[in-house]
């Protein structure tokens, strides 16, 4: 095999997002629930006997060097190399659909992706918590793409244990704004002391709950919204049909949904004022059984 096409990379949502404390390295710990879902990227990729890699197409603002997927794969080619003492090279092309930005991981599932593809293609044979440690250097947000399924997560994000979540529809809002991560976590204003929860707390919500309310919150929303008024004026619009939030640092804004027809009666009122598009919750990732 020396070629795969399609090749998904899903967005996540954070279904809460707390920031419980910050390390004296300076990265800050928190407790999220990370859920798959169904729109994202799509990248395809071509094995290549030169040993070089490369980016098949051009994507605004991201120089190719710069782009986590041939930073991923340079990874996996110098494991490869320590391996088999052969070196592989690749042609990656990324169809982006999710914004930069937007808090949906768009560039760490492409990377995990990548990984996941070219460790099949190159036939290098890392298991995935091997995958997974090789992507953590280049973005928290990775493991947990190559973990594939709903994760309950703490540490920087990388600590991970499976975890039940709803199956719903979500409608998610682009307010048109791109939102620096590391900008959101070093306001001066934003919270670091929000107590932990333990994972039983989460899923007695979910397993007693009685209407749509959300679990927690989303610690950044606060100060992301204040600085990009785009995003608290999409929370605002969609909180009028349920308990809507911020994923990630922002700047996507979410609500859920328990079936398909209520994601479309908002969506159909989002048209005209609001980018809006809905996507399914998903239980694994599309290519998990490729690990």
Known sequence: MTELKNLPAPAKLNLFLHVTGRRADGYHMLQTAFQLIGRGDLLHIRVRTDGQLRR???????????????????????????????????????????PMGGGLGGGSSDAATTLMALN???????????????????GADIPFFIFGETAFAEGVGEALQPL???DCWYVVIEPG????????????????????????????????????????????QQVASS??????????????????????????????????????????RAQGVWTAWKAKALKRHPIFDML
């Not at 204003?189 to 009685?210: C, K, V």
């Open 56 to 98: 098949s197409n051009d994507i605004l603002g991201v120089p190719e060097q710069q782009d986590l997927v041939i930073r991923a794969a340079a990874l996996l080619q110098a494991e490869a190399l320590r391996r088999s003492g052969v070196l592989h090279g690749a042609d990656i092309t990324v169809d982006k659909v999710l």
């Open 120 to 138: 099949t293609l190159w036939n290098v044979g890392l298991d995935q918590q091997e995958l997974m440690a090789l992507g953590l250097p280049l």
């Open 164 to 166: 039940a979540a709803p």
């Open 177 to 220: 704004v791109s939102v620096p991560t590391a900008e959101i976590f070093c306001s001066e204003h934003l919270t670091r002391n929000t107590p932990p929860i333990i994972i039983a707390d989460f899923s007695s919500h979910y397993e007693n709950r009685n209407d749509w309310k959300q679990f927690g919150r989303n610690d950044l």
């Open 227 to 268: 600085i990009y008024p785009p995003v608290a004026k999409a929370i605002e619009w969609l909180a009028a049909y349920g308990d809507a939030r911020m994923t990630g640092s922002g700047a996507c804004v979410f609500c859920a949904f328990a079936d398909e027809g209520r994601a479309d009666a908002v969506l159909e």
